[in-house]
Structures are given as C-alpha cells and as structure tokens.
C-alpha cells in the first residue's frame, strides 16, 4: 500500500506542476495501472472513445435536463461516503464542449488560464494529451482533452472535492484522473 500511495503522489505531483508549465510540450507522461488505485473498480467506459477506472461502490447519478444542456453527460460519487475516504462526499463528472477556435493544447491551456482555472498543466495520461486543472473556488479539479475522434469537441473530467488536506480523499481523485484511458467502442 505504501508502494501505491507513493507511485499516485509522484503521479499527482506531475499533474501539479502547473507553474512550471513548457510551451508548446507536455509537462509529464503518466500510465495508469489498476493496481494504482486505493480502491476496488472498475472500467466506465464512455462511447466517445474513453474510459475511467472508478470505485465500484460509487453509484451513476442523474443528469439534469439543465447539467446536459450544458454539456454534462455523465455524473458518479459515493453517496456521501464510502470505506475508502469515510464520511467525505466525493463525485466526478464528465462534460463537453464545442472547441470553437481552441486547436492545440497550448490553446486549451490558455483558455483554462484565461477562465481563471489555476494550477494548469498540460500532460499526456495514457496517451491522451490533456490540460490538468484546478478551480479552488468551486472545489474540484480535472482534465480536459480533445475527443479522440471529433477534434472540434472538448471533453472534461472534473472530480470534487479537491482533496488538498485529505490524503485518501486526494489518492482517489488522482487515481480516477489518472485513470483517462483510450476505449475503442465495438
């Protein structure tokens, strides 16, 4: 266990290099294995080319007719609590967007920066070249990335809350970030 805890703090300290960020280059490479996880999971897979590794004693949550007309598609979280993190409310959603004139990571990046995201940082996570994001104000950070297939959409990963001064609550939000992994739908 000390082994996967110290493996996801290298992880999350890649992402959060954000400061430091490179133009034009990915600030860090990341390869998700299950066993990288504090959790039990399983593979959630999405028909838009991806797929997340979450706790399977998280449960699917509804989507409002307001959160998909605002591009929300999919919503997950423990319920208020779960065996890994207590009594803490954790939850993820996923979300897209038209990319408009945003092209390349630099552009996602800045867009981000520019919605007053901090901590950004442009990563590739199992292959996929992403913008890394924190929004402390509203607690939660995630990902975001161009569709695999449909390059003038933008697909996000949001998991709340941030985790900063709980350790457990910080590992498994890693490890769902972490976790994007390309998904060919049959």
Same mark, same amino acid.
């Given at each position: 266990? &000390?082994?996967? &805890? /110290?493996?996801? =703090?290298?992880?999350?300290?890649?992402?959060?290099l954000?400061?430091?960020?490179?133009?034009d280059? +990915?600030?860090?490479?990341?390869?998700?294995?299950?066993?990288?996880?504090p *959790?039990?999971? @399983?593979? +959630? %897979?999405?028909q838009?080319g991806f797929?997340?590794?979450?706790?399977?004693?998280? %449960? #699917?949550?509804?989507?409002?007719e307001?959160q998909?007309?605002?591009?929300?598609? *999919? /919503?997950?979280?423990?319920?208020?609590?779960d065996? +890994?993190?207590?009594?803490?409310?954790?939850? +993820?959603?996923?979300s897209?967007? &038209?990319? !408009?004139?945003? =092209? %390349?990571?630099?552009?996602?990046?800045?867009?981000?920066?520019?919605? !007053?995201?901090?901590?950004?940082?442009?990563?590739?996570?199992?292959?996929?070249?992403?913008?890394s994001?924190? &929004?402390a104000? !509203?607690?939660? @950070?995630?990902?975001?990335?161009?569709?695999?297939? *449909? #390059?003038?959409y933008?697909?996000?990963?949001?998991?709340?809350p941030?985790?900063?001064?709980? /350790?457990?609550?910080?590992?498994v939000?890693s =490890?769902?970030?972490?976790?994007l992994?390309?998904?060919?739908?049959?």
């Amino acid at each position: 266990m &000390k082994q996967v &805890k /110290r493996i996801l =703090a290298l992880a999350l300290a890649a992402m959060l290099l954000a400061a430091a960020g490179l133009a034009d280059e +990915v600030n860090g490479h990341i390869n998700f294995t299950e066993d990288l996880a504090p *959790y039990e999971g @399983r593979w +959630v %897979t999405f028909q838009d080319g991806f797929k997340l590794f979450m706790p399977t004693s998280w %449960t #699917r949550l509804d989507v409002s007719e307001a959160q998909q007309q605002a591009g929300l598609f *999919y /919503r997950a979280g423990n319920g208020g609590s779960d065996d +890994v993190v207590g009594e803490v409310p954790m939850g +993820v959603a996923v979300s897209f967007i &038209k990319a !408009g004139n945003l =092209a %390349t990571l630099d552009d996602l990046a800045a867009n981000f920066t520019g919605a !007053g995201f901090g901590e950004i940082n442009k990563l590739e996570i199992n292959g996929f070249p992403c913008v890394s994001f924190v &929004k402390a104000d !509203g607690n939660y @950070r995630g990902l975001a990335f161009y569709h695999p297939k *449909y #390059r003038n959409y933008i697909l996000a990963v949001y998991v709340t809350p941030i985790g900063i001064d709980d /350790r457990a609550v910080n590992d498994v939000g890693s =490890a769902i970030l972490c976790s994007l992994s390309p998904f060919q739908a049959k």
